[in-house]
C-alpha cells in the first residue's frame, strides 16, 4: 500500500579504514529476496503504490507458523501484489482486503496472473468495519498500510484481533523511525511530506506502546526489518508522480531516520 512519504535508509559504507570483520558479516547475512525474484518484472513494477512490498512480505515472513493452506487476510492490499504472493508462493487462500482499490481491478489483476477465484477473493472494505466472521482467519498479513488506522489503541482489539483464530498470528509490516522526531522534525524529511503526513510513522516503542495496551494479544516480536535500501530504490525507480515527489526527502539525506518496523503476534 503507497503512503504518503518514502525514502531509504541510506548505509554507506566509507572506503578506508572499513572494518572487514563486520563488511563480511553483513554480506554474509544479508537478505537474499529468492522468492521474489521471480516478481520483478515490469507489470508488478507498475502497479507499486510504495516501497517494494513483496521483498517487505518475504523477509516478514521469514521461519513464519502460518500452516500451507491456511486462509489468511491480506489487510491493506493495495494492487494486491502481495495477495498474489502469498497465494502463489505460500499456498494460503487468500482474501485481499482493501479500500482504495476496488474489488474489481483486483479479481482482473487475479486473473492475468493465472490464479482462480477459490485461491484469492478481492474484497473492498474499510479496515474498521471488515466484513468477515469472527475466528475465520488462521491468519492476518499487513503490509505498509496498518499505520493508517492501526494508530488507534482500540483497533485491534476492537476491529481486527475478533476474526482470528485462537492461536492464530497476525504479520504487520510499517514504514517507522529509527526514533520518534516529530517535536522537532528533520528538514530533510519535510522536503517530500508535511508533518501531517509524516504522523503516521513511529519507532518500535511506540507500537509497543500501542499494542501492549490490547488483552488476548501476545507480542512474539517487534523489530526492525533488514529491507530498506532495497525495497526503497525500487520504489524510487519507479516512473510516478509519488515516487518522484519521495526523491526529494531520498537525496537529501532523509532516510537515515526511516526503517522499517515488523510486528508478530499471536492471539491466545
Same mark, same amino acid.
Given at each position: 500500500?503507497?503512503?504518503?512519504?518514502?525514502?531509504?535508509?541510506?548505509?554507506?559504507?566509507?572506503?578506508?579504514?572499513?572494518?572487514?570483520?563486520?563488511?563480511?558479516?553483513?554480506?554474509?547475512?544479508?537478505?537474499?529476496?529468492?522468492?521474489?525474484?521471480?516478481?520483478?518484472?515490469?507489470?508488478?513494477?507498475?502497479?507499486?503504490?510504495?516501497?517494494?512490498?513483496?521483498?517487505?512480505?518475504?523477509? =516478514?515472513?521469514? /521461519?513464519?507458523? &502460518? @500452516?500451507?493452506? #491456511?486462509?489468511?487476510?491480506? %489487510?491493506?492490499?493495495?494492487?494486491?501484489?502481495?495477495?498474489?504472493?502469498?497465494?502463489?508462493?505460500?499456498?494460503?487462500?487468500?482474501?485481499?482486503?482493501?479500500?482504495?482499490?476496488?474489488?474489481?481491478?483486483?479479481?482482473?489483476?487475479?486473473?492475468?496472473?493465472? =490464479?482462480?477465484? /477459490?485461491?484469492? &477473493? @478481492?474484497?473492498? #472494505?474499510?479496515?474498521?468495519? %471488515?466484513?468477515?466472521?469472527?475466528?475465520?482467519?488462521?491468519?492476518?498479513?499487513?503490509?505498509?498500510?496498518?499505520?493508517?488506522?492501526?494508530?488507534?489503541?482500540?483497533?485491534?482489539?476492537?476491529?481486527?484481533?475478533?476474526?482470528?483464530?485462537?492461536?492464530?498470528?497476525?504479520?504487520?509490516?510499517?514504514?517507522?523511525?529509527?526514533?520518534?522526531?516529530?517535536?522537532? %522534525?528533520?528538514?530533510?524529511?519535510?522536503?517530500?511530506?508535511?508533518?501531517?503526513?509524516?504522523?503516521?510513522?513511529?519507532?518500535?516503542?511506540?507500537?509497543?506502546?500501542?499494542?501492549?495496551?490490547?488483552?488476548?494479544?501476545?507480542?512474539?516480536?517487534?523489530?526492525?526489518?533488514?529491507?530498506?535500501?532495497?525495497?526503497?530504490?525500487?520504489?524510487?525507480?519507479?516512473?510516478?508522480?509519488?515516487?518522484?515527489?519521495?526523491?526529494?526527502?531520498?537525496?537529501?539525506?532523509?532516510?537515515?531516520?526511516?526503517?522499517?518496523?515488523?510486528?508478530?503476534?499471536?492471539?491466545?
Amino acid at each position: 500500500m503507497w503512503h504518503p512519504f518514502s525514502v531509504p535508509c541510506g548505509r554507506g559504507v566509507p572506503l578506508f579504514g572499513i572494518n572487514l570483520i563486520t563488511l563480511t558479516w553483513k554480506g554474509f547475512f544479508a537478505m537474499k529476496y529468492i522468492r521474489s525474484e521471480k516478481y520483478s518484472t515490469r507489470a508488478i513494477n507498475d502497479l507499486l503504490m510504495g516501497p517494494n512490498p513483496v521483498k517487505l512480505t518475504e523477509e =516478514l515472513l521469514l /521461519d513464519h507458523q &502460518i @500452516p500451507n493452506g #491456511a486462509t489468511v487476510m491480506d %489487510l491493506g492490499c493495495g494492487r494486491s501484489v502481495t495477495s498474489v504472493f502469498l497465494a502463489k508462493e505460500y499456498g494460503f487462500r487468500v482474501f485481499a482486503t482493501d479500500l482504495w482499490i476496488s474489488a474489481t481491478e483486483n479479481r482482473q489483476f487475479f486473473d492475468r496472473m493465472g =490464479l482462480s477465484g /477459490d485461491r484469492i &477473493i @478481492p474484497i473492498h #472494505a474499510d479496515a474498521t468495519a %471488515l466484513p468477515y466472521a469472527e475466528e475465520f482467519f488462521d491468519a492476518v498479513v499487513s503490509v505498509d498500510s496498518y499505520q493508517y488506522f492501526g494508530r488507534d489503541p482500540e483497533y485491534l482489539g476492537r476491529h481486527l484481533l475478533p476474526l482470528v483464530k485462537h492461536g492464530g498470528y497476525i504479520y504487520i509490516c510499517i514504514p517507522g523511525m529509527k526514533k520518534d522526531c516529530h517535536a522537532q %522534525l528533520p528538514p530533510e524529511l519535510l522536503l517530500s511530506w508535511t508533518p501531517e503526513q509524516l504522523d503516521t510513522i513511529h519507532d518500535a516503542d511506540y507500537w509497543r506502546n500501542i499494542i501492549s495496551q490490547t488483552r488476548g494479544v501476545d507480542i512474539l516480536s517487534i523489530h526492525e526489518m533488514e529491507s530498506n535500501e532495497e525495497v526503497w530504490n525500487d520504489w524510487l525507480a519507479c516512473d510516478n508522480e509519488y515516487a518522484r515527489g519521495d526523491r526529494k526527502s531520498m537525496e537529501a539525506g532523509g532516510g537515515k531516520y526511516l526503517n522499517f518496523i515488523a510486528i508478530v503476534l499471536r492471539r491466545r
